[in-house]
C-alpha cells in the first residue's frame, strides 16, 4: 500500500503564496499529481511531475524530489476561487493512483 | 455526451437493496476506475479495469463488483447495500494505464439507511 501525508488545513490571505506539501512512501512511483477539488465537486487535475524538480503552469507551480518522496505545490497570486481541497496523488509501479486526504485552502479577502 | 457521466447523481437506498451505479465515457479511454470519498480519507479505489473485458480489484473491493462489457461503460455494483457503504462516489477513466492523467465523473452520492 501507499501512504501519503499533506495537511489538512490552510488559511491564506487573497494575493498571497502558499505552499502545500505532501510526502510519500510508495511501492514502486510512476508520477506524482495535484489535483484540484472545489466543495460538491469532481477533481480536476492540475499538474504531473514523475522527474525531479519545478514544473510550472501559470500561477500554479509543482515540485518533485523523489530521493525524499517529497512534493510541493505552489499557489501564487491567490484568488478567492482557488479556495478549495487540493488533493496529491502518487501513480505506482502498478499505474494505479492512491490518493492523500487532501488539503482545504481558504483564502480570505 | 461530452467527458464522463454517472447516474444517478445521489440516491437513498435502503440496507439490503441491490443497486448499480452507472459511469459512461465518450474519449474512448481504455482504462476506468472507480473510487469512494470519504470525510478524512481522500479517494480510494475500489475497482477497475485496463481495457475492456478485464478488470481487477483496488484497496477496497469488498461489497463491489464491476463488468467491463465495452469501452464506454463501467457500471459499479453493490450486491446487498450496508450503512457502511454511504459515501460519494466517483467514476474515472484515462488513456491508458501507463499515460495521462485521470479524468472524473460528476460523482454520486450514496446514503445507505
Known amino acids: ?109 | 455526451i461530452a467527458g464522463i457521466t454517472q447516474a444517478p447523481t445521489s440516491q437513498i437506498l435502503a440496507a439490503g437493496r441491490r443497486m448499480t451505479l452507472r459511469c459512461t465515457q465518450d474519449m474512448r479511454h481504455n482504462a476506468m476506475y472507480w473510487y469512494r470519498q470519504d470525510l478524512g480519507l481522500g479517494l480510494r479505489l475500489i475497482h477497475y479495469s485496463n481495457t475492456a473485458g478485464t478488470t481487477g480489484k483496488g484497496e477496497v473491493p469488498d461489497g463491489y463488483s464491476v463488468s467491463r462489457a465495452n469501452t464506454d461503460d463501467f457500471p459499479l455494483t453493490l450486491a446487498s447495500a450496508v450503512p457502511s457503504q454511504t459515501s460519494v462516489y466517483f467514476c474515472a477513466s484515462s488513456p491508458g494505464t501507463g499515460g495521462g492523467e485521470q479524468y472524473f465523473g460528476p460523482g454520486t452520492r450514496l446514503t445507505v439507511t
Open chain 1, 1 to 109: 500500500g501507499q501512504n501519503i501525508d499533506q495537511p489538512t488545513e490552510m488559511t491564506a490571505t487573497e494575493g498571497a503564496i502558499v505552499q502545500i506539501n505532501c510526502t510519500y512512501q510508495t511501492s514502486g512511483f510512476n508520477g506524482l499529481f495535484w489535483y484540484q477539488q472545489h466543495a460538491g465537486e469532481a477533481p480536476t487535475f492540475l499538474s504531473y511531475n514523475v522527474l525531479d524538480g519545478l514544473e510550472e503552469k501559470g500561477r500554479f507551480s509543482s515540485f518533485l524530489s523523489r530521493s525524499k518522496g517529497y512534493s510541493y505545490l505552489l499557489l501564487k497570486e491567490l484568488q478567492m476561487k482557488d479556495s478549495a481541497s487540493y488533493l496529491c496523488a502518487v501513480r505506482d509501479g502498478d499505474y494505479k493512483l492512491s490518493f492523500g486526504a487532501g488539503t482545504t485552502v481558504t483564502v480570505r479577502a
